[in-house]
Structure formats: structure tokens, C-alpha cells
């Protein structure tokens, strides 16, 4: 069971949109649409953001969405804010009945 | 409103055990499978343990299989994780977390709880 790839860190300044990406395989990201992105400021509990590769809970931003291509899921933050400064993590059900995260992403607004 | 909170925490030596709880309220607890999740300070976050609505399925990260069991009290509503042989690297905060009808995810979490093991 190793985790998602996820690239460790991320900038970009306000305004801007970045993309986080996460990479599985076809028994995780490729095999359903069961992506889910959360969002962890420092000291707090995870926060979901996206579940089902691209859809927004209620209450969450439309600046945030998600897609995915083949075994590559990827998050996007459009309109960046200084609030966005968080750590982002990827998820995802597998073939084995598990459920999987990524190693998680730094974004940092400059 | 949707309330989760973990108790049961606290330091304990390696190889000995803990239960670990998490108080449901605000949702139908009966209704709805739940997981555990943990996080080890300064790292990511690791699946623990998934329990359908009723109990009866039962899944675990490979890293804790046979040594963690995932149970459930629907007319207490709360979740429980009995924690047996810790090892120093199971510290963590363990968060409990809620999986939506129909999904496969967490749409809820608990504020967590800390365990720590050392010897």
C-alpha cells in the first residue's frame, strides 16, 4: 500500500490558479472515480474540497475543481488567496476495499 | 450540526494497548460506515480502518492488520479503535472520519486524538 504521488510543495501568488497533480495506478486513480481532495491548515482537521474526482461540497469555493486523466488526478486553485495557504492531500478508493492518500502538498502563496 | 469527538488518547509504552473513541451526534450514526484515519507529527495522512453502517465489513491498512480492530456502537454512537502491540511508529493524532452515503470518502472528521508512544 504506498501512498498517491503527490508533488511536495507548490507556489504561486494571488490571483494566479496552480494545479496539484496525483498519481496512482489503475487499481486506485485510474480504476474509479473515487478522487477526493482535502485541504489541512497547520493545527486543524482535514477538510474535504472535492469528492468524486470533481465535485464541490456545499459551502466550498468554486475556485477550487478537479479532474482526472487515466491514473492522474489533479486539483485546481484558481484565483489564489492568501487563505489557500494550506497542505493538500489526495485520496482514493482501491480495488483492495482500502482507501489511500497522497504524500500531501504544501501550497504556499507568495 | 455534524460533531465527532475523539477521546482516548495519551502515552503509553511500546507494546501495550489503547481504545480509542469517537462520539458521533448531529447525523443518523446507524446509518453510515465511518473510518479511522491517523497522522503522524510532521507527516501525511494514513487510512486506518474502514466499518460499514452496520458492522459487518471490516477493512484495514496493511501496516495495522492484526494488531488494530475497527468496532462500532450504534445505539451509543460512537466508534471505537482498540489499539494492541503499539509500536513507536504508530504515533500519530488518529482522527475518526465519516464516509458519506453513497461514497468513498471523508466528508467529516473529528478534531483528532494524540497518541504517543515511547518508551
Known amino acids: 500500500q504506498s501512498a498517491l504521488t503527490q508533488p511536495a510543495s507548490v507556489s504561486g501568488s494571488p490571483g494566479q490558479s496552480i494545479t496539484i497533480s496525483c498519481t496512482g495506478t489503475?487499481?486506485?486513480?485510474?480504476?474509479?472515480?473515487?478522487v477526493s481532495w482535502y485541504q489541512q491548515h497547520p493545527g486543524k482537521a482535514p477538510k474535504l474540497i472535492i469528492s468524486d474526482v470533481n465535485n464541490r461540497p456545499s459551502g466550498v469555493s468554486n475556485r477550487f475543481s478537479g479532474s482526472k486523466s487515466g491514473n492522474t488526478a489533479s486539483l485546481t486553485i484558481s484565483g489564489l488567496q492568501a487563505e489557500d495557504e494550506a497542505d493538500y492531500y489526495c485520496s482514493s478508493y482501491t480495488s483492495s476495499s482500502t482507501w489511500m492518500f497522497g504524500g500531501g502538498t504544501k501550497l504556499t502563496v507568495l | 450540526q455534524v460533531q465527532l469527538v475523539e477521546s482516548g488518547g495519551g502515552v503509553v509504552q511500546p507494546g501495550r494497548s489503547l481504545r480509542l473513541s469517537c462520539a458521533a451526534s448531529?447525523?443518523?450514526?446507524?446509518?453510515?460506515?465511518m473510518h479511522w484515519v491517523r497522522q503522524a507529527p510532521g507527516k501525511g495522512l494514513e487510512w486506518v480502518a474502514f466499518i460499514s453502517w452496520d458492522g459487518t465489513n471490516k477493512y484495514y491498512a496493511d501496516s495495522v492488520k492484526g494488531r488494530f480492530t475497527i468496532s462500532r456502537d450504534n445505539s451509543k454512537n460512537t466508534l471505537y479503535l482498540q489499539v494492541n502491540s503499539l509500536r513507536v511508529e504508530d504515533t500519530a493524532v488518529y482522527y475518526c472520519?465519516?464516509?458519506?452515503?453513497?461514497?468513498?470518502?471523508?466528508?467529516?472528521w473529528g478534531q483528532g486524538t494524540l497518541v504517543t508512544v515511547s518508551s
Open positions: 489503475s487499481s486506485d486513480v485510474g480504476g474509479y472515480n473515487y
Open positions: 448531529g447525523f443518523t450514526f446507524r446509518s453510515l460506515s
Open positions: 472520519a465519516r464516509n458519506p452515503e453513497y461514497h468513498f470518502n471523508f466528508d467529516y
